[in-house]
């Protein structure tokens, strides 16, 4: 009698649905095949190359146009980019929330909030995962730069 062998078992990484157990050859092998079937449709797809193009153009656009704004809390410095709109919305005083890009806690990326206006007006507020605040402040505190990137 053959024994089975039992299916291999796969720890996957939430992030990004990718078995950990994959080398980074594999990865980027599978990158490199999907990145091939997806140029392959475009160039089939007229419809769907117009469309790409267009996402381009405006992501183009809105690049050129964004406003970093930095705060520092004391043991590390956060960064937001945002739109000349939203810019103009957080001083008009409309409260407004946008996530972040995430930053980095013992290894791992957390991901964070950043709310306007909702305390009083000019304030700023970062949460983190679970509604932890990193920083409250105001827009008019030294600690807070707007930058054109």
């Not at 183009?60 to 739109?83: A, L, P």
């Amino acid at each position: 009698m053959t024994k089975k062998k039992k299916p291999e078992v796969y720890d996957f990484d939430h992030e990004d649905g990718l078995a950990s157990q994959m080398t980074d050859e594999q990865i980027d092998k599978a990158a490199d095949s999907l990145k091939k079937l997806m140029d392959e449709k475009i160039k089939n797809d007229p419809e769907l190359r117009k469309k790409i193009e267009s996402l381009k153009k405006d992501l183009d656009g809105r690049e050129k146009s964004m406003m970093r704004i930095s705060v520092d809390y004391g043991h590390d410095t956060h960064s937001i980019e945002i739109s000349d709109e939203e810019l103009k919305d957080i001083q008009l005083g409309k409260k407004l929330e946008i996530e972040g890009r995430g930053f980095p806690v013992e290894g791992e990326m957390e991901n964070d909030w950043w709310k306007f206006n909702t305390v009083e007006q000019g304030s700023i507020e970062v949460c983190g995962e679970e509604g932890r605040q990193i920083y409250l402040g105001n827009l008019i505190n030294e600690e807070v730069s707007v930058a054109i990137s």
